[in-house]
């Protein structure tokens, strides 16, 4: 079934005199929770990186006070969460990508029965995102920074672990 026999399950003859009314009710509300969508994004992005900022923080206060302490099992801990808090992080990036582009496609579909079509119209401009000189999706830059959060606290467990214990370890077995 493609996505306008989905969209269109009730043809206007069917529906009908409020058809026009209630589809621009319906659109309208759509329109707005796509732009929810992408607050909610922004709040989660804020959220994860408040996070581990805080975390990068914390083990450079600790460390300070610490000598580094490479047995403290503290840094293997917070580096491992870390570690799985920014995938949690980059999953969710792509989850919103993934959920805001499903709702352009039916963005678009809906607009193909208005006078105009503004999103479908500004997407064209922007040369459907295929031009980088044009239009560079934020997305690609917002992927990022969960990486490099986690490759901070990966260079963490990489510092804090007796690297020659584990290997005499697994020598002596």
Same mark, same amino acid.
């Given at each position: 079934? @493609?996505?306008?026999?989905?969209?269109?399950?009730?043809?206007?003859?069917?529906?009908?005199?409020?058809?026009?009314? #209630?589809?621009?009710?319906?659109?309208?509300?759509?329109?707005?929770?796509?732009?929810? &969508?992408?607050?909610?994004?922004?709040?989660?992005?804020?959220?994860?990186?408040?996070?581990?900022?805080?975390?990068?923080?914390? *083990?450079?206060?600790?460390?300070?006070?610490?000598?580094?302490?490479?047995?403290?099992?503290?840094?293997?801990?917070?580096?491992?969460?870390?570690?799985?808090?920014?995938?949690?992080?980059?999953?969710? &990036?792509?989850?919103?990508?993934?959920?805001? @582009?499903?709702?352009?496609?039916?963005? #678009?579909?809906?607009?193909?029965?208005? $006078?105009?079509?503004?999103?479908?119209?500004?997407?064209?401009?922007?040369?459907?995102?295929?031009? $980088?000189?044009?239009? #560079? $999706?934020?997305?690609?830059?917002?992927?990022?920074? $969960?990486?490099?959060?986690?490759?901070? #606290?990966?260079?963490?467990?990489?510092?804090?672990?007796?690297?020659?214990?584990?290997?005499?370890?697994? *020598?002596?077995?």
């Amino acid at each position: 079934m @493609s996505l306008e026999e989905t969209l269109f399950r009730v043809k206007k003859a069917e529906y009908g005199a409020n058809y026009e009314s #209630h589809y621009i009710e319906q659109y309208k509300l759509y329109v707005e929770m796509a732009d929810r &969508i992408s607050s909610r994004r922004q709040s989660a992005n804020s959220f994860f990186l408040s996070v581990n900022t805080a975390v990068v923080a914390l *083990i450079g206060y600790v460390q300070l006070g610490d000598a580094v302490d490479r047995s403290n099992k503290f840094y293997w801990l917070v580096s491992i969460a870390g570690m799985a808090l920014c995938y949690t992080w980059y999953r969710l &990036i792509r989850s919103y990508k993934d959920l805001n @582009s499903g709702k352009f496609k039916v963005i #678009h579909v809906m607009e193909k029965n208005l $006078p105009i079509a503004p999103y479908d119209a500004e997407w064209e401009s922007l040369e459907r995102g295929k031009n $980088p000189k044009i239009y #560079h $999706p934020f997305t690609r830059v917002e992927m990022v920074v $969960p990486w490099v959060f986690f490759a901070l #606290h990966l260079s963490v467990l990489v510092n804090v672990v007796p690297w020659a214990y584990c290997f005499h370890m697994l *020598i002596n077995k």
